[in-house]
């Protein structure tokens, strides 16, 4: 049914009260160049402290800079026994198959430093102590930042809190940036600049020592105001649960059953395509990590795509495929040409191409009316619809719904989401609720 248009009586209401492409390697290369100059041009004229509002319970003075297993073990026991501290990391991500961790940063109120893992200590007790459910973890967009926990100690991150996420359910645009929450929540602006610079290098910079300070420096006080304002919107349990989702060590890694699915250009292949696009896939990460790069800098997506497509059975026909680099065909032309064989050759039963049905206008207009919907219905709970789903989301939710078919699989109908919207939504669809829109203020 169009959406306005109903000759039955509605069973319930809800009020909804309204409340306020990847760089290629040498680019990000130059621009770190670029950055890592400017941070070291001052010398040691650029103050490493922060001036810091006095009833802002943040560490003051410059951090200390932790060296060895000692001084680790040190910092440590004081971040257990205090209960919860901020983390955060910088890394270098473009030149080798996993990122290359070259600074950690934590803070308490009282206390803050950078860990260097550069210096040969043991990081192992760090990686157990984020691992450790009895101290909470405070972190900013920390999806990459707790990554390594589980690829290098073999258990995941645990009682982490994200602020971005926080942020999302109290009434604040998600995803937000650190320095734009921090002058919200704390008034204090962040110096930026040094977010890529060369981090591998010693000695640091005074600008990139207060840079790395800075952006763990605030996240206790930060955190500590979005859990009032938590408990204000009632969203405290779903923003745990969020943030443990966070955590799962599934997020991370290259799954070998999905993974061609993530390849940009996906969805034009057809059936035979997508077989032999899963055994480019496969055999691209193998060869990534066997020279030490990143996958998509080893051989790029649109080349699989075109691989996938043209299905070379000959060497020179390999020569055709734009943007297929001349080293790879040298070494590994025989390797490409029977993997793609195995692909076109293999059953394509149960292969489902990953391309929706192509709507009406009718039902464009009336799967946009749906997330127009959805988005109110987020708003009016004070959280962020881009933290619970996407336009692409309810328009997969809507096809469902149009065809009777079983919705379950999709995000939006597990956990709190289902809770907050999907079931919500669901019912102004069948015509079995109102919504009523207000603005107080």
Same mark, same amino acid.
């Given at each position: 049914?169009?959406?306005?248009?109903?000759?039955?009586?509605?069973?319930?209401?809800?009020?909804?009260?309204?409340?306020?492409?990847?760089?290629?390697?040498?680019?990000?290369?130059?621009?770190?160049?670029?950055?890592?100059?400017?941070?070291?041009?001052?010398?040691?004229?650029?103050?490493?402290?922060?001036?810091?509002?006095?009833?802002?319970?943040?560490?003051?003075?410059?951090?200390?800079?932790?060296? !060895?297993?000692?001084?680790?073990?040190?910092?440590?026991?004081?971040?257990?026994?205090?209960?919860?501290?901020? *983390?955060?990391?910088?890394?270098?991500?473009?030149?080798? *198959?996993?990122?290359?961790?070259?600074?950690?940063?934590?803070?308490?109120?009282?206390?803050?430093?950078?860990?260097?893992?550069?210096?040969?200590?043991?990081?192992?007790? +760090?990686?157990?102590?984020?691992?450790?459910? !009895?101290?909470?973890?405070?972190?900013?967009?920390?999806?990459?930042?707790?990554? @390594?926990?589980?690829?290098?100690?073999?258990?995941?991150?645990?009682?982490?809190?994200?602020?971005?996420?926080?942020?999302? +359910?109290?009434?604040?645009?998600?995803?937000?940036?650190?320095?734009?929450?921090?002058?919200?929540?704390?008034?204090? !602006?962040?110096?930026?600049?040094?977010?890529?610079?060369?981090?591998? #290098?010693?000695?640091?910079? %005074?600008? #990139?020592?207060?840079?790395?300070?800075?952006?763990?420096?605030?996240?206790?006080?930060?955190?500590?105001?979005?859990?009032?304002?938590?408990?204000?919107?009632?969203?405290?349990?779903?923003?745990?649960?969020?943030?443990?989702?966070?955590?799962?060590?599934?997020? *991370?890694?290259? %799954?070998?059953?999905?993974?061609?699915?993530?390849?940009?250009?996906?969805?034009?292949?057809?059936?035979?395509?997508?077989?032999?696009?899963?055994?480019?896939?496969?055999?691209?990460?193998?060869?990534?990590?066997?020279?030490?790069?990143?996958?998509?800098? +080893?051989?790029?997506?649109?080349?699989?795509?075109?691989?996938?497509?043209?299905? @070379?059975?000959?060497?020179? #026909?390999?020569?055709?495929?734009?943007?297929?680099?001349?080293?790879?065909?040298?070494?590994?032309?025989?390797?490409?040409?029977?993997?793609?064989?195995?692909?076109?050759?293999? !059953?394509?039963?149960?292969?489902?191409?990953?391309?929706?049905?192509?709507?009406?206008?009718?039902?464009?207009?009336?799967?946009?009316?749906?997330?127009?919907?959805?988005?109110?219905?987020?708003?009016?709970?004070?959280?962020?619809?881009?933290?619970?789903?996407?336009?692409?989301?309810?328009?997969?939710?809507?096809?469902?719904?149009?065809?009777?078919?079983?919705?379950?699989?999709?995000?939006?109908?597990?956990?709190?989401?289902?809770?907050?919207?999907?079931?919500?939504?669901?019912?102004?669809?069948?015509?079995?609720?109102?919504?009523? +829109?207000?603005?107080?203020?």
């Amino acid at each position: 049914m169009p959406p306005g248009l109903t000759d039955s009586p509605r069973t319930e209401q809800t009020d909804i009260v309204l409340i306020m492409p990847i760089r290629k390697p040498d680019y990000r290369a130059r621009h770190r160049a670029l950055s890592h100059e400017a941070a070291h041009a001052q010398g040691d004229s650029h103050s490493p402290e922060t001036i810091i509002p006095q009833d802002l319970p943040a560490p003051r003075g410059k951090p200390e800079l932790i060296q !060895s297993d000692a001084a680790l073990i040190d910092l440590l026991t004081e971040l257990r026994q205090t209960g919860s501290f901020a *983390y955060d990391s910088e890394f270098i991500g473009e030149s080798s *198959y996993h990122p290359r961790l070259c600074l950690i940063q934590v803070a308490t109120t009282t206390r803050i430093a950078l860990i260097d893992p550069l210096s040969g200590i043991d990081l192992t007790p +760090f990686w157990k102590l984020l691992a450790d459910p !009895s101290v909470e973890k405070i972190v900013h967009a920390g999806a990459q930042d707790i990554e @390594p926990v589980a690829r290098l100690f073999g258990q995941p991150a645990r009682n982490v809190l994200d602020t971005q996420i926080m942020a999302g +359910f109290c009434a604040m645009a998600y995803p937000t940036s650190l320095a734009k929450l921090i002058a919200e929540l704390t008034g204090v !602006s962040l110096e930026k600049g040094s977010t890529l610079t060369f981090w591998e #290098q010693r000695p640091l910079s %005074n600008k #990139q020592i207060r840079y790395a300070a800075d952006d763990v420096r605030y996240l206790p006080a930060a955190a500590m105001e979005l859990k009032k304002r938590l408990e204000i919107t009632g969203h405290t349990d779903w923003a745990r649960i969020e943030c443990d989702l966070l955590c799962d060590p599934s997020n *991370y890694g290259f %799954n070998p059953e999905t993974a061609f699915e993530k390849v940009r250009g996906v969805g034009g292949l057809e059936p035979r395509e997508l077989n032999v696009l899963r055994e480019l896939v496969l055999w691209r990460d193998a060869m990534a990590r066997e020279v030490d790069s990143p996958a998509r800098s +080893f051989l790029r997506d649109e080349v699989l795509i075109d691989l996938s497509r043209a299905m @070379p059975r000959k060497r020179e #026909q390999l020569n055709k495929i734009r943007n297929l680099p001349r080293p790879v065909i040298d070494q590994h032309a025989q390797t490409l040409l029977v993997l793609i064989e195995r692909g076109a050759s293999a !059953s394509t039963d149960g292969v489902q191409v990953l391309r929706g049905i192509e709507p009406t206008p009718t039902e464009r207009f009336q799967a946009d009316a749906l997330w127009t919907t959805a988005q109110a219905i987020c708003i009016g709970q004070s959280i962020d619809p881009a933290l619970v789903t996407s336009s692409k989301e309810i328009s997969l939710l809507y096809r469902h719904l149009l065809d009777g078919t079983d919705p379950s699989d999709l995000r939006i109908m597990k956990s709190w989401r289902k809770q907050a919207l999907a079931d919500k939504l669901i019912r102004v669809y069948r015509d079995r609720e109102t919504i009523n +829109f207000r603005w107080p203020g």
